[in-house]
């Protein structure tokens, strides 16, 4: 029996695209200034994770869209004027890379393909997922540009090398991301509870260099006290699991941990990146829209981008 292999990039969302942005799938041709991904699919670790309820979340934030910004024009109090402050800037939503269930090798390669695409067109990649695993095909398709520092919320340390053989989970994207030669170093924040990681893994990411700030140093040391220490003036990629913030303020998830990262803490690490380094992508992960409440996940979600986006226009980003 052949299997299905041959699949395009990118398919347009279920639901409406985010923000009502224009819906734009060829990625060929694409011209924008920042480009939102949705990638559901990538290595799974059982036959019941092949399509797990992460793989719903590009769509579910989609879907609270109204709910998270009112129209370029209407006055947005995070910022102090209007999302966009009355300039021109593409945004366009690039629906979500397919998955194949027989094929979870390539389902990873297309995703990466598909952000090496926008990061060509010269657009800042947004990513919704699925699972962390997201996360790793993201992160290779900066090879060749210049090197980037994570900064990485998560209640887990994901630094597990491979999960029954597999290497490219969600249990591992720091783990890959600390073999890329263009990844420079990273910032984990809101680390907390009972994960997957052991002390192997813990020593291994600080060997690497990795920065370990659980959750209860951030909340001793207070916000102010972290953004002082936080790199400036490096290129920073953005990747934030929806368990790293307090299940209070994003219970959508798998493994919520009490004591996370609040949602004033996680602007602040975000406005930081935007404004003292240069944002070159972003994710949100992990968010099980069948455990979320009032769909409050999914616009938690969606106020992060909208609040690093409206930082990147403020910082003059886009022309």
Same mark, same amino acid.
């Given at each position: ?5 041959? @699949? ?10 985010? @923000?009502? !942005?224009?819906?734009?799938?060829? @990625? ?8 939102? &991904? +949705? ?7 059982? =036959? ?10 590009? /769509?579910?934030? $989609?879907?609270? %869209? ?14 102090? +004027?209007? @999302? ?8 366009? /939503? ?11 090798? #390539?389902?990873?390669? $297309? ?19 699925? /699972? ?26 994901? !630094? ?14 720091? $783990?890959?991301? %600390?073999?890329?030669? !263009?990844?420079?170093?990273? !910032? ?25 700030? *659980? ?10 006290? &972290? ?5 400036? #003036? ?9 368990? #790293?913030?307090?299940? *209070? ?25 935007? =404004? ?14 069948? $455990? ?9 979600? +969606?106020?992060?981008?909208?609040? =690093? ?11």
């Amino acid at each position: 029996m052949n299997l299905p292999t041959n @699949l395009p990039l990118t398919r347009a969302p279920r639901a409406r695209s985010f @923000l009502g !942005w224009p819906s734009v799938t060829d @990625l060929d041709s694409l011209s924008a200034d920042v480009a939102l &991904l +949705g990638i559901p699919y990538n290595a799974p670790y059982s =036959m019941e994770e092949v399509a797990n309820n992460q793989a719903q979340a590009p /769509d579910a934030v $989609r879907a609270r %869209s109204d709910q998270i910004q009112w129209g370029d024009g209407n006055y947005d109090f995070d910022h102090g +004027g209007p @999302l966009l402050d009355g300039k021109e800037v593409r945004l366009v /939503d690039c629906g979500n890379v397919p998955g194949n269930q027989y094929d979870a090798a #390539g389902n990873v390669k $297309r995703a990466e393909m598909a952000v090496r695409a926008i990061l060509k067109a010269g657009a800042l990649p947004v990513i919704l997922g699925g /699972d962390h695993g997201a996360s790793v095909p993201a992160l290779r398709a900066y090879e060749g540009h210049e090197p980037i520092t994570l900064i990485h919320i998560d209640a887990h340390l994901d !630094w597990r090398d491979h999960v029954n053989g597999v290497r490219d989970g969600y249990s591992s994207p720091i $783990r890959r991301a %600390s073999e890329l030669p !263009w990844v420079e170093g990273a !910032w984990q924040i809101g680390l907390r509870g009972v994960g997957s990681a052991r002390e192997v893994e813990v020593a291994a990411a600080r060997k690497w260099g990795s920065h370990l700030i *659980t959750a209860w140093d951030l909340h001793e040391m207070g916000i102010a006290a &972290l953004l002082e220490k936080l790199p400036t #003036g490096k290129n920073v990629y953005l990747t934030i699991d929806a368990d #790293g913030l307090d299940p *209070t303020i994003m219970p959508g998830v798998i493994a919520p941990v009490p004591g996370g990262v609040t949602f004033v803490q996680a602007r602040a690490i975000i406005r930081h990146a935007v =404004m003292r380094n240069r944002v070159v992508g972003m994710d949100i992960v992990e968010i099980a829209p069948e $455990r979320d409440v009032g769909g409050l996940t999914c616009i938690t979600a +969606g106020r992060l981008i909208t609040n =690093m986006l409206g930082c990147a226009v403020r910082a003059g980003y886009f022309g």
